[in-house]
Structure formats: C-alpha cells, structure tokens
C-alpha cells in the first residue's frame, strides 16, 4: 500500500500545484490592464525520490513561489525618462505660451516698430499734418502697449511656473508619504513570507509618478528603499517619509525648502518641478532682461532725439516715452508721456513748419542703441532666442517620448501580461488539474479494487 | 523573444504622430504660411522682424514721394510762371526804353508791370494742402505788402528748408525758400520789377533800360532756381524706382521666408490624411485580436 499513499500524495499535490498556477492565470488575466502589474508566473520544482526497500518514496511538485517578472535596471531607465520627460513637457508648454507673444500677429512689438517708423516718415511729408502727428502719437502709444503686453505674458508664463511649484511640492509629499507606506507594508509582508509583488508594483508606479514631479535617485537599503532628489536631499528612508515646504521667498516666489528647512530649491532638476523652476528663474527672467534693456535703451534714444527738436508750440521737445522710476520692468512700465500730437518735436528751428527733428527720430529706430543693436535687430535677435528655445524644447520633449515609449516596450515585453499566452496557460494548467484529478480517482479506484481482494471469492 | 503585448501605446503614438503631421498640413495650407509661430523657423521668424519693419516704410516712402513729386511739380510750375511773366516785363520794359512812348504809354505800361508784380507774389504765396511752397518752414504767407519795404513786400517766412524721407537715410529737399528765390539781395526779382515801375513811372529811358536788363537777369536767376526743383524730381522719379525694385525684393523675402509652397503644402496635407486613416484603419484591425476569439467555448 506504500506505493499506492505516495501515488495519492503526488496527485493530491499535482491538484496543489495545478490550482496555484491556475490562480496565478486568473489573476494575470484579472489584472491584465492594471497600471504597473507586472506577469507573475508560478516556479513549480519536482521533489527529490528515493528508493527504499523497492518503494519509491517522495517525489511530486512543490510550488517554491511566485514571481513577478521584472527589470529592475529598464524600471531605472523609465523613472529617469519620465522625470525628463515631465521637465521638458513643462518647459515645451511654457514657451509655446511665451512664443506666441513674439509671433508676427499685427500686435506684436516689431509690428508696432514697423507703425512708429512708417508714421514718422509720414509725418516728414507732412509735419503740419494734425492727423500725421496723431497717428506718430498713437503708434508710440501701440508700441509701448506691445511692450507692457509682452511682459505681462512672460510674466503671467512665470507666475504660472511659480503655481506649479507649489503644486507640485504638494503632490511630492502625498507621494513620499505613499512610498514609505508601501516599503512598510513590503517589508512586513517579506517578513511573513508573502509575496509582495503587488506590492512592488505599486510601488514601481508611485515612484514613476513622483519621477515625473521632480528628478529622483532610487537605491535599496538595509532599511528598504531610499529615495533622495538627484541633489541628495532625503524623500524617502524605508517607511519614514520627508516632506518638502514651499515658503514664499524674497523675489515673492515660491522657494522649496527640505524637512530641515534649507532652500534646495536651485539644486532641483528635472520633472514637472524642475521644469517649472528653470522656467521661472532662468528661462524667462533671460528675456525679461533682454526686452526690459530694449524698453529702456530705445525709449532713451527716442527720448534724446525728441529733445534736439522743439515741438509745435515752440518748446523745447519734452520726454516721449516715460519710464518707471524703479529703473525696474521697463517693458512692463513704459507708457508715452506726451499728452497731444502738438508736444511731439518736429521741428529742428521752432518754425511750426518744419520737419528737420522728425529725421532725428526715424534715427532711432534705424541707428544702433547703446547695445551695439538697432532696435530691430535686438528685438529680432529675441524672437529668435525664443522661437529656437521653443522649438528645442518641443524637439526634446518629443526625442524624450520616444526613448521612453521603446522603453515602456521592452517593460512590457518582460512584464506586461499577455492575453494569448495566458490563455494557453490556462489551458496546459486545466489539462493538468485534469489529469491531477484523474491520478487521486485512479488510486482511489486502485485502493478500493486492493480492499475488495479478500472479500471477492472468485479470486 | 517575448515581445509587448500591449500595443496601445505604440498606436496611440502613431496615431498621435499621424494626427501632428495633419494639424501641420492642414495649418500651412489654410494659413498659407510655414512659419506660423517662431519655433516653426526660428531664424525666420527673426529675419520677418526687419522685413515687417522694412515693408511699412518702403509703403510710406512710397507715399511721400508721391505727395513729395506733387509739391516738387507745382513749385517748378509756379517757377515756370514767374518766367513767363517775367519776360512779359522784359519785353514792356524793352518797349519803354525806346524814348518815344508817350506819358500816358508809359502810364499803361507801369500798370501791366504793376500787374506782373502783383501776379508774381501771388505765385511767390502759392500754397499746395496750406503748405507755402516759397515760405521756408514758416507757416505764415510768404509775402506781404508793406509800404516802407524798398520793394513794397516784406517777406514773413524763413530761409529753412524741408526735406523728405523717401528712403532711410535718404531725403529730399522739397523746398527753396522765397528769401532765396524772390527777395535774394544779389537777385531781387521782386525788387527788379519794382525799380522798373518806379524807371516807367519817371520816364527815364536810361533807367527804364537798365532796370529791363536787370528783370532779364531776374528771368536767368530763377530759370536756374528752377533747375534745383527738376533735380529733385528726377531724384524722386528714380527713388520711386527703386522703392518699387524693394517692395518686389521684400515681398518675395517674406514669401521666401514663411510662406508655405502650396503645392507641397498640399500634397503634405492629403499625405498626412492617408498615413492617418491608414493608422487609425490598422488600429481598428489589430486592437480587438486575442487567442480567445479563436477557442471554442466550454461547452
């Protein structure tokens, strides 16, 4: 009867290990469109035999563990692409609002060049003309509007930038504290034994979330995983969780500063808040400058030339354009500070007639400012600056999306689950639950027909 | 090799790609533009800024020199009456000198030089859209009788000229001030005319001929005034030329710069239609297939 227990043992534990890899199926299939699941397959080893006294002792399957299929080194690789993927979506988004201000729309500043220029040659043909000296008032009035609005948009691009980070900081500490959640759990269900594969892939995709926030360096350690910021700053030791702060800093934007309340907020780079900061604080304050030194310098010049003139009441030509006394945000302050055409100063010798200032003013427009530039050169030289910083951007982010579309393809080639090949699991793991079934009904059949050998006495 | 099996990622990329390539197409046909934002050409975008700038002012140097030829053309006519009329004196102040006339000869041909006088300063005032062309910069009318003037004007303007943008850094003088061309202290036309009335008036043949000499030379100084405002109007014929030659150069700049080439942009746009529903066409055929769709059911 030896022979026959160990036979029954086998089959039992065929049944066992049938069912576990049937389990396994059905949960792969379950979760076949869950975010982050990686395939688990099921390790089935044969146990050991002897031979003993002409028994077959032992033998069977055992089922050692289940395994989720995963690439810890491609997992790397996509959480540092999706933080310079977030970095540049969010620059590419900035300054393609930005870019749009400097577009060749009819209201942008070269535009407005374009009417200032044309109305003061007008204005030579006919310097008497009221209608000509309104129209060089009011294309004065168009430019510096054109100014005001384009720095309003660059600074409505940056204070965008600014809620961003706020955001963002916010988002990155609901994600710390979920990740140091799950490495507790994790860690507690490696304790016990379990398996803590769902686990990990939920946390693989919180960790991917947070890469796309703000650039990150995962490690493993003693006390599980460590997640620091790519500059050192801690996020996350095990189950402890550091949360960042967003403080409103002198320049009355947004800094972020670390658990130990140190402004980290420069060393930040890549993801959603990386992106943002370098926009904010490097990206558009480089043209604010720009377009605030050609506020100054042009409405300076123009300023210069009306005073070589004498207006048509026969004063001395008075400042055209007004600036902010700051001596701050020229482009955002500049206003025109004559009130009628009368005080533009057309006149070179105070006859109301003449119109020997007016080739002054042109100059302006057509002779280099203290920059070395002729206002359309440097305000052409902006355009350019923004249009190629927008189109790397975009070129990036895309190149970016790329890399990791082929890396999400090699992680899905490991670890998504494929419908086809569990169907066929499901099947070879049905035929062998089958056939399991069939080995405990044969032996039973087997013990059976060995009980009923004494009481049969035709044998 | 164990390949993905989830394909959506990869079609919606395609899908995605296919769709940027339409929106592009589409855009560059509908706009007529291939740069329509400055990431599109950068460089170009920047070069559109001197051309925008370039294209409003050859479009005004265009119209100054217009209204420019036209103040130029009505000077050089009111010059050319000036001459006229002043050979007119020449020829009574020639007919004077002869010593036969009699006084009340002489009287009538003090009243028709009297009438050129008054017709010449009325030239000397003319004004085109109230600009006195004679004035200088001044706006007031040029000249005025007054009695205890030599020549019985005073002249009310300046001796400043005008002069016209039709290019950067390209003007033209418009103007030659009525001090220069009338009341001149070497060439006084207005003066000649005078002293010729005040010789027919006296009756005097040696001064009613040396007063007509004198109205002749007056006829050769402003014939060569004149010639300063035919100078500037072939200056201004040619600038026009050449204004035109800009317009044409700039336009086709702009073109060359950010206009789509229809043609492609069209043969893009019914490209990017095909690729698209090619796309979406192999994505509708591929999504739905699992093994599943081939297994009997349990029966």
Known sequence: MGGLRTALTIGVQALDVSEAALDTTSNNIANADTPGYTDETVDISANPTTLSGGDIVGGGATLDQVNSSRDELLNQQIQQQTSLEGSANTESAALQQVQTYFGNTGTDIASQLASLSSSLAALSASPSSESAQQSVLAAGQSLAQAFNTTAAG??????????????SVSQINSLTQQIAQLNGELAQATASGQNGGVLEDQRD?????????????????????????????????????????????????????????????????????????QVRDQTIPGYLSQLNTLATQ????????????????????????????????????????????????????????????????????TSPLPSGQTPANAYAGLVFQVGNDASSAGTESTAIGQNLLQLTNQQGSVSAVNIDEETANLIRYQTAYEAGARIVSTIQQLSTDTLDMGSNQDY | MRVNPNIVPDILADLQQSQVSLNTALQQVSTGKSVNQPSDNPAAAAAMVQNTIETGDVDQYTQNVSSALSTVQSASSALSSVVTELTQAVSVGTAGATGTNSSANLQSMVGQVQGILSSVVSQANTSVGGVYLFGGTGTSTPYT????????????????????AVGDDISVQVNVPGSQIFSNSSNNVLGSLSNLIAALQSGDSSAISSATTAVDSAVNYVGQQQVLYSNAESQLNSQETNLQQDTVSL?????????????????????????????????????????????????
């Open chain 2, 251 to 299: 336009t086709s700049q702009a073109n060359n710069l950010i206009g789509a080439n229809l043609a492609t942009a069209a043969t893009n746009l019914s490209q990017a239609e095909v690729e698209n529903s090619a796309a979406m066409a192999a994505a509708a055929k591929v999504l739905p297939n699992t093994l599943l769709d081939y297994l009997e059911p349990p029966s």
């Open chain 1, 154 to 167: 660059l600074t409505g691009a940056q204070s965008q930038a600014d809620g961003q980070v706020t955001s």
């Open chain 1, 298 to 365: 042009f409405a300076g010049s123009f300023n210069d030339a009306q005073a070589l003139g004498t207006d048509s009441n026969g004063n001395a030509g008075q400042p055209f354009f007004s600036l902010p006394a700051s001596g701050q945000d020229a482009a955002a302050g500049i206003s025109v500070a004559l009130t009628s055409p009368s005080q533009i100063a057309i006149s070179s010798d105070g006859s109301a007639g003449s119109n020997g200032n007016v080739a002054n003013l042109s100059a302006v427009l």
């Open chain 2, 145 to 164: 009788p007054d009695p205890s003037s030599p020549y019985g004007y005073t002249y009310n303007g300046n001796s400043d000229v005008n002069s016209v």
């Open chain 1, 205 to 277: 995709q919180v960790v991917q979330q947070l890469s796309s926030l703000v650039g990150v360096s995962v490690s493993q350690s003693s006390q599980g995983e460590v997640i620091t910021t790519a500059n050192g700053t801690p996020l996350v030791m095990g189950s402890q969780s550091f949360s960042l702060q967003s403080v409103t800093g002198s320049n009355g934007f947004q800094q972020v500063e670390d658990a130990n309340g140190n402004n980290i907020t420069g060393d930040l780079q890549g993801g959603q808040l990386g992106g943002a900061i």
